[in-house]
């Protein structure tokens, strides 16, 4: 894992984030509200710009441009913020805490697809960031609950974890945790959605054995010192839900809390993943008027074979979107072991980078390209811009392929590669099975994935 930020995330954090809590560089009022900042990031994208432009020799043009907008004033006072920033990383990265914005290619693809532009700018986090691509079983209830639905819970997160289904949850006292404690402690893997004191729990006993055999990811939108706060409890939910493949609600109030808000909004509004409640034990008043708002009653798996079974055979909620919407350009940069693939995917390089639409293989590879985004071939391989007598459709299935390599570096299911090439789930399926049968690809089962096959590469 790599603890670099890139130029792009530096200038994304002097314009959103406080940097270090407590600090007086700037009022927090100065600070871009996710709103803003999805406005200054289109009207990048208009201009073929980046973020890491508004700290380039050329900065004043663009921020002026920017203006209006966004007072220009108020967003030189946020850039100028450099020896924060460099104060910040140095201190985060002390507590091996990472940052990735929606300008990095390690983004999780779930929140990019599912939340669209509305996906938060910057993510902090410590652990094994490729958690976040796993998807898995959100478990969520309310905070305060007898130790029958602990342990209830804790059965769930054993039974996820001898299912290799990861946990996903909000790290809150009573069913958050319990989730994650019986998937832990059998050898299972978390992903804790955090909403406050990040730099705490990283810092902390509780789960230092876990984030260093990288079993766990902790994550957050917000700073890593941030504490409690009702609004980042709310829209932390969302995230759990959107970086899930299916969500569990235990227990729950009626029309109050932050289960009750965040299931109630999958349900009604999101719809990202299938929603389930807990089906047998005590009654819960919540739970019921959950499920007349749609949910299903939880059909209690007993073996891990079973809870595969399950999520595989679940809807895939999924909404196919333009790459705009998405907050980026439609190039994305993949390494393999011989060679780096530049294809189109949902998982964008750059928020808020150039329209791919001008931009090719050649472009990217002159002496002024950034480095990280330089395509390296194999001596073997002909260039991005051969012309040698190859059909149309040889062309074709050249690009598939190549786009289906990159986007494929991580698992994924048909339902999800068909959203993100934006094409027929039946298009989708000849597909992967030519690349299947070619050895290009891996299919795994429960759940049905696919994923690119790296034993051809050694």
């Known amino acids: 894992m790599s603890t670099a930020v890139s130029a792009n995330t530096q200038a994304i954090l002097l314009l959103t984030a406080p940097l270090l809590i407590g600090a007086k560089a700037v009022p927090a009022t100065d600070l871009l509200t996710n709103s803003e900042y999805k406005k200054l990031a289109r009207r990048l994208r208009e201009m073929k710009r980046q973020p890491a432009d508004l700290l380039a020799s050329d900065a004043d043009e663009v921020i002026d441009v920017c203006g209006e907008l966004v007072?220009?004033?108020?967003?030189?006072?946020?850039?100028?913020?450099?020896?924060?920033?460099?104060?910040?990383?140095?201190?985060?990265?002390?507590r091996s805490i990472w940052v990735l914005s929606r300008a990095d290619i390690d983004y999780p693809k779930r929140l990019k697809i599912r939340l669209k532009e509305d996906a938060p700018p910057v993510l902090y986090g410590c652990g094994e960031m490729s958690l976040l691509n796993r998807g898995g079983l959100a478990v969520v209830g309310s905070r305060d609950v007898g130790e029958k639905l602990v342990e209830y819970t804790q059965q769930v997160g054993k039974l996820a974890a001898s299912a290799d289904v990861t946990i996903v949850s909000g790290g809150a006292r009573g069913v958050d945790q319990a989730a994650m404690v019986g998937a832990l402690e059998a050898g299972g893997a978390v992903c804790d959605v955090m909403a406050e004191n990040l730099e705490k729990a990283?810092?902390?006993?509780?789960?230092?054995r876990y984030l260093m055999e990288r079993t766990m990811v902790l994550v957050s939108?917000?700073?890593?010192?941030?504490?409690?706060?009702?609004?980042?409890?709310?829209?932390?939910?969302?995230?759990?839900?959107?970086?899930?493949?299916?969500?569990?609600?235990?227990?729950?109030n009626v029309n109050k809390g932050g289960t009750w808000a965040g299931a109630?909004?999958?349900?009604?509004?999101?719809?990202?993943?299938?929603?389930?409640?807990?089906?047998?034990?005590?009654?819960?008043?919540?739970?019921?008027?959950?499920?007349?708002?749609?949910?299903?009653p939880w059909p209690n798996p007993r073996s891990a074979e079973s809870l595969l079974d399950l999520l595989s055979a679940l809807p895939k909620r999924v909404t196919t979107v333009e790459p705009a919407?998405?907050?980026?350009?439609?190039?994305?940069?993949?390494?393999?072991?011989?060679?780096?693939?530049?294809?189109?995917?949902?998982?964008?390089?750059?928020?808020?980078?150039?329209?791919?639409?001008?931009?090719?293989?050649?472009?990217?590879?002159?002496?002024?390209?950034?480095?990280?985004?330089?395509?390296?071939?194999r001596a073997s391989e002909k260039p991005v811009t051969d012309n040698s007598s190859t059909t149309p459709a040889d062309h074709l299935w050249a690009t598939v392929r190549a786009l289906l390599e990159g986007l494929l570096?991580?698992?994924?299911?048909?339902?999800?590669?068909?959203?993100?090439?934006?094409?027929?789930?039946?298009?989708?399926?000849?597909?992967?099975?030519?690349?299947t049968d070619e050895g290009i690809l891996k299919r795994t089962s429960r759940p049905v994935m696919y994923v690119l096959n790296n034993s051809r590469l050694l």
Request: glycine share 6%.
């Open 409 to 435: 570096i991580s698992p994924m299911n048909e339902t999800d590669i068909s959203a993100a090439l934006g094409v027929s789930a039946a298009q989708t399926k000849e597909w992967l099975k030519r690349l």
């Open 71 to 94: 007072d220009s004033e108020r967003l030189r006072r946020l850039l100028a913020r450099g020896f924060l920033l460099s104060q910040a990383l140095e201190r985060w990265q002390a």
């Open 221 to 252: 939108a917000y700073d890593p010192s941030a504490g409690f706060n009702v609004g980042h409890a709310m829209q932390r939910n969302k995230l759990i839900y959107a970086l899930s493949d299916a969500a569990l609600v235990v227990n729950s």
């Open 202 to 208: 990283a810092l902390g006993s509780s789960y230092r």
């Open 264 to 296: 109630v909004e999958q349900l009604d509004k999101l719809k990202f993943v299938p929603v389930f409640v807990r089906s047998d034990g005590e009654a819960n008043e919540g739970l019921s008027a959950l499920q007349r708002k749609g949910a299903a």
């Open 325 to 377: 919407e998405l907050g980026g350009d439609l190039l994305d940069v993949y390494a393999t072991r011989n060679r780096v693939i530049i294809a189109p995917s949902t998982d964008l390089l750059s928020a808020e980078a150039s329209d791919s639409s001008t931009t090719d293989a050649s472009s990217l590879n002159g002496p002024g390209a950034p480095a990280e985004l330089q395509v390296v071939q």
